[in-house]
């Protein structure tokens, strides 16, 4: 499994834990303080989102592309 799979599995799993965590605040018995608590996890998990996009798209930039491989 490579690097880019794996990435690709940790934002799989950041998108579905935000996913939760929406449902979680829309409930009208939510306390405040729980609610706080759940988006200071969102927004460390939306972080962590945007570092694995960044290294997924450094990549892609890294890669040499299938065209320049065929002037070889």
Do not use: C, H
């Amino acid at each position: 499994m490579g690097l880019e799979s794996l990435d690709r599995e940790a934002f799989t799993q950041i998108r579905d834990r935000l996913d939760e965590i929406a449902t979680q605040v829309r409930g009208d018995d939510m306390p405040l303080d729980a609610a706080l608590d759940l988006y200071d996890e969102a927004v460390k998990l939306g972080m962590k989102a945007t570092e694995l996009l960044e290294t997924l798209d450094a990549s892609d930039n890294d890669a040499p592309s299938s065209e320049g491989a065929m002037q070889r």
